[in-house]
C-alpha cells in the first residue's frame, strides 16, 4: 500500500503563501489521481484540487480557483500544492490524497494531515 507524508504546513499572514508537500513511498504513486484535501476546525472535510496520473488535467474548488496550484514531480513521487494569496479562511488541515480513480468525496490513499494556520 502506498504511504503519503505531507509537509509545509505552518504559521503565514494572511496575503502570504505555502507550498505543501506529499511524498509518496512509491513510485506507484505516478499512475494515480492525485489530489488535495482540507478540514478547517469544527467542518467537514473539503475538496481543494486534483491532478490526473497523467499530470495533464486538474481541478480545483472554486474557493481556491486562481490563488492553489497543483502540480507534482514524478522523478521524486511528491505532490505540491502551491498557496498564494492565502486567507484567513483557508486555515485548516490539509491532507494528501491518492486513488485509481478521483471521486470528490476522497479516494482510496490519505496522508496523516499537515496544518496550515492563516493569521490576520
Known amino acids: 500500500q502506498v504511504q503519503l507524508a505531507e509537509s509545509g504546513g505552518g504559521l503565514v499572514q494572511v496575503g502570504g503563501s505555502l507550498r505543501l508537500s506529499c511524498a509518496a513511498s512509491e513510485r506507484t504513486i505516478t499512475r494515480y489521481a492525485v489530489g488535495w484535501f482540507r478540514q478547517a476546525p469544527g467542518k467537514e472535510r473539503e475538496f481543494v484540487a486534483v491532478?490526473?496520473?497523467?499530470?495533464?488535467?486538474?481541478h480545483y474548488a472554486d474557493s481556491v480557483k486562481g490563488r492553489f496550484t497543483i502540480s507534482k514531480d514524478d522523478a521524486k513521487n511528491t505532490v505540491f500544492l502551491y498557496m498564494n494569496s492565502l486567507k484567513a479562511e483557508d486555515t485548516a488541515v490539509y491532507y494528501c490524497?491518492?486513488?485509481?480513480?478521483?471521486?470528490?468525496?476522497?479516494?482510496?490513499?490519505w496522508g496523516k494531515g499537515t496544518l496550515v494556520t492563516v493569521s490576520s
Open positions: 490524497n491518492a486513488g485509481l480513480l478521483f471521486r470528490p468525496d476522497g479516494m482510496d490513499i
Open positions: 491532478l490526473s496520473w497523467s499530470g495533464g488535467s486538474t
